[in-house]
T-cell receptor, first 114, second 109 residues
Framework: DVKVTQSSRYLVKRTGEKVFLECVQD?????MFWYRQDPGLGLRLIYF???????EKGDIPEGYSVSREKKERFSLILESASTNQTSMYLC?????????????FGPGTRLTVL | DAKTTQPTSMDCAEGRAANLPCNHS???????VYWYRQIHSQGPQYIIH???NNETNEMASLIITEDRKSSTLILPHATLRDTAVYYC??????????FGKGTRLHILP
């Protein structure tokens, strides 16, 4: 089974702190994704990556950056956390290619910024 | 904007078939229809996908209309553990998938 793990289930940070959210997948997937989920807004794509050292902006990249130095690991960085970044953050991965590839999701990290 | 329209919520009695509709009237020829669900406090879980033909797996069935403008996810014998938000998604270029607000399915005992 595909396993996508995230470094923390719950995280509390203060405004202005630099925050790292880590995601690791063990199925040699080329694609990795970061989403945030907020009540009433569904899941929104922040960034995604098709390959090592490659990244592309999603729908809401402002205030975030990402790093993919190894194929299995995709990090989301909040350079200076703000209260409006309090949210559930979900990582996902999938195989490359066309058509019907599934995205497998991690359990999520609930981040609170005070 | 999401390319799909789903009802906000639905109820279904335990043991009955749950039929979740999805409208995707602007779907293009190469786009697939995916269904995911998200149980409270968990990440989304893949259920099923299809292009033109109806599909069935151990979790559900997917019925796609001939014109592909709508589809229905069927959970044949709903249980309380099927209570979740169900997302109907049409796949855009490459792997970018836009999640809408989904349908909150309540299974009633």
């Amino acid at each position: 089974d595909v396993k996508v793990t995230q470094s923390s289930r719950y995280l509390v940070k203060r405004t202005g702190e630099k925050v790292f959210l880590e995601c690791v997948q063990d199925m040699d997937h080329e694609n990795m994704f970061w989403y945030r989920q907020d009540p009433g807004l569904g899941l929104r794509l922040i960034y995604f990556s098709y390959d090592v050292k490659m990244k592309e902006k999603g729908d809401i990249p402002e205030g975030y950056s990402v790093s993919r130095e190894k194929k299995e690991r995709f990090s989301l960085i909040l350079e200076s956390a703000s209260t409006n970044q309090t949210s559930m953050y979900l990582c996902a991965s999938s195989f490359a290619g066309t058509g019907y590839n599934e995205q497998f999701f991690g359990p999520g990290t609930r981040l609170t910024v005070l | 904007d999401a390319k799909t329209t789903q009802p906000t919520s639905m109820d279904c009695a335990e043991g009955r078939a749950a039929n979740l509709p999805c409208n995707h009237s602007t779907i293009s020829g190469n786009e697939y229809v995916y269904w995911y669900r998200q149980i409270h406090s968990q990440g989304p879980q893949y259920i099923i996908h299809g292009l033109k033909n109806n599909e069935t797996n151990e979790m559900a069935s997917l019925i796609i209309t001939e014109d592909r403008k709508s589809s229905t996810l069927i959970l044949p014998h709903a249980t309380l553990r099927d209570t979740a938000v169900y997302y109907c998604i049409v796949r855009e270029r490459d792997d970018k998938i836009i999640f809408g607000k989904g349908t909150r399915l309540h299974i009633l005992p």
